[in-house]
């Protein structure tokens, strides 16, 4: 066994943080939180924290959770909105409440309790784009009566305006052999407000165990829910399939999905040996995460895998 972080591109604000740690013998989770702190505080990305892409009323709702792959305890919060990190709420969840997942106004209140830090997270220049999508999109009977509008065919239009990009997920195998998950993210723009992704859905946006590996998703979430994607890699490594064949199977279960959203998902997994696989479904162009193993100076970037659906 040899220890190892998998994050991805959106990760490249906490990726060093995470790694240094790790390579200092820290523990997973807390590795995890520090990273995902980093890039939730950096507004140069636009898909998790503060700076994300609002949801179609101009807010942002922001979703993150942890695994602990020892335990299995999970801590969520979902479309959570004005603090600045909602990593540190979920973790939160995971190590005080009897509960796994907390949104909305209930998840503000918690995150109030704790004395969590708030923030306005929707910055200037998304600010501008949403108005430029409202002034485009929003009819002028509908902008009188705005927000008490039906959002439902507005809500088709849900994107990423940066293509490509999207949650942060982290995935790591420590010195203690043990594997932890963590992802956070703002979810698509102009997404109908409530809607939750599968960041902070255990076992869609992420599942960790440590005797056999974990798992965690980028993309469409509305897939990854239908697919429970990332509890279906690890329950296959636990069936017996290899790390790369447990990642084929999944795939195949996002290639039987009719109906609905049909978009890009990327796949990210490692196992308890220190293995790793980073597959992008149905994605436009060439994307890349970041790998570190034990013994590497630095994390360094590698090419995702592509598969077609
Ligand atoms: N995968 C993130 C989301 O669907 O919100």
Redesign the pocket.
Known sequence: MAGILVTNSEGTPGVGRTAEMLAAGAGGLDAIEAGIRLVEADTSIRTVGRGGWPNLLGEVEL?AAMIDGNTFRSGAVGALKGFLHPITIARQVLEQLPHEMLVGEGAARFAREIGAATSDNLIPDSERVWREWFAANVSEEDREKWPDVPLADLCQQAIDPEKGM??TVFLSLDEQAEIMAGVS?S??AWKYPGRL???PIIGA?CYADSRFGAAA??????M?IRAGTSRAIVLYMKMGLSLEKAVDEAIDDLRQLRGGLIQRVTIHAIDKTGAHRVVAVNATEQLTYWLWREGDDAPHAEPVELVAL
């Open positions: 979703d999207d949650t993210t979810g698509w992704g599968d960041s946006g998703c980028t993309g469409a979430g509305e990854t």
